[in-house]
T-cell receptor
Framework: GENVEQHPSTLSVQEGDSAVIKCTYS??????FPWYKQELGKRPQLIID?????GEKKDQRIAVTLNKTAKHFSLHITETQPEDSAVYFC???????????FGAGTRLAVHP | GAVVSQHPSWVICKSGTSVKIECRSL??????MFWYRQFPKQSLMLMAT?????????EQGVEKDKFLINHASLTLSTLTVTSAHPEDSSFYIC???????????FGPGTRLLVL
């Protein structure tokens, strides 16, 4: 299935606060969950990903948690900095060629 | 890590002309590459899946005769926008898979402006 819902659509936080973005998917067969960050005018960059056999993965200030039962996975950014301001996407994998279908994304603004 | 390049980064053309955009995987071989289009403040829209040595697979609503894709080698895919019109002005981005195939690495994009 190609149905990923991402919340919130916009998020505004103060520098140093945490930010959480949640994605809900529909295809129970999905087994790969990436998060991409896209700064204005630039390419999307993979920041973290998780596979279905793992419940949580952490990389410095960024973590992703997966709840397969509820079919959602979340991006957690701690100690946010202004350079974290960007649009974040949780595309859903689809099809035999591993194509990614992007939703609307979450626009994160971190205020100094 | 996997590096993808695109050329050109910027192109301005007159309405009715054709524009070719190149996408190269620099340090890996990409059997499959993907082409996306992104309008200002919108998400990435997948246009087509580019398969080395065979025809591209287009997403619903994308005109295959207008957006010609050629994937002649494992490191190069090209997108040609034929008879470009102002509404084709957009940010075109390609991506390729790294080891294992699932993770996709994106090129820097090509900004097309059709006058």
């Amino acid at each position: 299935g190609e149905n990923v819902e991402q919340h919130p659509s916009t998020l505004s936080v103060q520098e140093g606060d945490s930010a959480v973005i949640k994605c809900t998917y529909s295809d129970s067969a999905s087994n790969y969950f990436p998060w991409y960050k896209q700064e204005l005018g630039k390419r999307p960059q993979l920041i973290i990903d998780i596979r279905s056999n793992v419940g949580e993965k952490k990389d410095q200030r960024i973590a992703v948690t997966l709840n397969k039962t509820a079919k959602h996975f979340s991006l957690h950014i701690t100690e946010t900095q202004p350079e974290d301001s960007a649009v974040y996407f949780c595309p859903e994998g689809s099809g035999g060629y591993n194509k990614l279908i992007f939703g609307a994304g979450t626009r994160l603004a971190v205020h100094p | 890590g996997a590096v993808v390049s695109q050329h050109p980064s910027w192109v301005i053309c007159k309405s009715g002309t054709s524009v070719k955009i190149e996408c190269r995987s620099l340090d890996f071989q990409a059997t499959t590459m993907f082409w996306y289009r992104q309008f200002p403040k919108q998400s990435l829209m997948l246009m087509a899946t580019s398969n080395e040595g065979s025809k591209a697979t287009y997403e619903q609503g994308v005109e295959k005769d207008k957006f010609l894709i050629n994937h002649a080698s494992l490191t190069l895919s090209t997108l040609t926008v034929t008879s470009a019109h102002p509404e084709d002005s957009s940010f075109y981005i390609c991506s390729g898979g790294g080891a294992g195939g699932e993770t996709q690495y994106f090129g820097p994009g090509t900004r097309l402006l059709v006058l």
